[in-house]
């Protein structure tokens, strides 16, 4: 098997997927969390400003789960069609709500009705909310397994899917998604609205703290499969160290209003967190809960050899293409929200 940097290319291609995907969760998380807390601004001008805050920057997050679903179909394509056939209703269900968001963000600005405006308000909540907690459970359930056959087919169905753990995993994104969100939010406001999320913040620690400690104990106890590698390999223990102290120095920057390294901190969490994940699938990427040897792993559900060298060289010079041009974009609109003739 063909390697680079001593690594073989099948779990370079695990690697750069994973990477794709930490990046969606980091950017596309705030603002999928700041929809998730629209609601809770009451005033016109306030609800004005938060979209505003992510105005420019929600749609180029997307661009990185496209990336993310072209990785996964270049790289492992029995692992794509097996992954959309299982989840073939919550992937649909996924797809419409991304769309409704957008529709609901680029049409509450074009009529100046309260009934109008109202109506978008709640599409955009909802489909943000909804889209964190897809998100989770699709995780929650490639976690934990899938039933499949030897062919990779599903032998399930769509309820099987609302586990008490991928559900648990779905609130617990959510809650990740909120945090995050409102950090983001709170950086990108002034006045009488950044006093009232200075309060969201807050509220939302202390949600995504219950709820990750509720998922860490259960896992611990119900879904043991998910320590095995690092319970076994004490090299692996700083890793969960890390992710403790960057949720520990999310609640004390939080505390100092120094919200800047607040967001960092929750990035680096996330980061960890799908780390973590990867560390303990690998080589397995859809493990098979009736039998482990129909599990799709990095070796046997991989292109040829010739496909993922060619493919690999594309994403060394893509993947960081996109990376500058996203912090190019972030680096254009620092700053707080203004607002103007062509704000949303």
Do not use: C
């Not at 909804?130 to 169905?157: E, F, Q, S």
């Not at 620690?205 to 990750?212: A, G, K, L, N, R």
């Amino acid at each position: 098997m063909e390697t680079f940097l001593g690594i073989d290319y099948p779990t370079w291609w695990f690697l750069v997927l994973g990477a794709v995907f930490t990046g969606y969760a980091i950017l596309d998380g705030f603002d999928l969390g700041a929809g998730a807390l629209h609601l809770f601004f009451k005033k016109e001008l306030s609800r004005r400003i938060a979209l505003n805050a992510i105005g420019p920057v929600w749609d180029g997050n997307e661009v990185w789960l496209v990336i993310g679903g072209g990785v996964l179909f270049a790289g492992f394509p029995k692992v794509y069609a097996s992954l959309l056939s299982a989840f073939y209703i919550p992937i649909m269900l996924f797809l419409v709500l991304l769309i409704f968001r957008a529709v609901s963000i680029e049409f509450r600005s074009k009529e100046p009705m309260a009934w109008w405006r109202m109506t978008w308000d709640i599409s955009y909540s909802v489909s943000s909310t909804l889209i964190a907690v897809l998100l989770g459970v699709v995780l929650g359930n490639v976690l934990l397994g899938i039933p499949m056959d030897k062919d990779g087919n599903y032998l399930g169905n769509w309820l099987e899917l609302l586990n008490p753990y991928s559900i648990m995993v779905g609130v617990a994104t959510l809650s990740l998604f909120m945090m995050h969100g409102a950090i983001y939010l709170v950086m990108k406001t002034e006045d009488k609205l950044y006093e009232k999320l200075t309060r969201l913040v807050q509220r939302s620690t202390i949600f995504f703290v219950i709820s990750i400690l509720m998922l860490s104990f259960y896992t611990l106890l119900y879904v043991p499969h998910l320590t095995k590698v690092i319970k076994d390999d004490p090299w692996m223990f700083p890793l969960p160290v890390v992710m403790i102290l960057a949720i520990a120095n999310i609640t004390r920057q939080v505390s100092k209003k120094k919200y800047v390294w607040a967001f960092v901190s929750s990035a680096i969490s996330m980061s960890v967190l799908l780390i973590i994940v990867a560390i303990e699938l690998y080589p397995t990427i859809l493990l098979s809960s009736g039998n482990p040897e129909y599990s799709l792993t990095v070796y046997n559900a991989s292109s040829s050899q010739k496909s993922l060298g060619i493919m690999l060289t594309i994403a060394a010079i893509g993947v960081p293409l996109v990376a500058v041009y996203t912090s190019f974009v972030f680096w254009t609109f620092k700053g707080k929200v203004k607002l103007d003739e062509t704000s949303y």
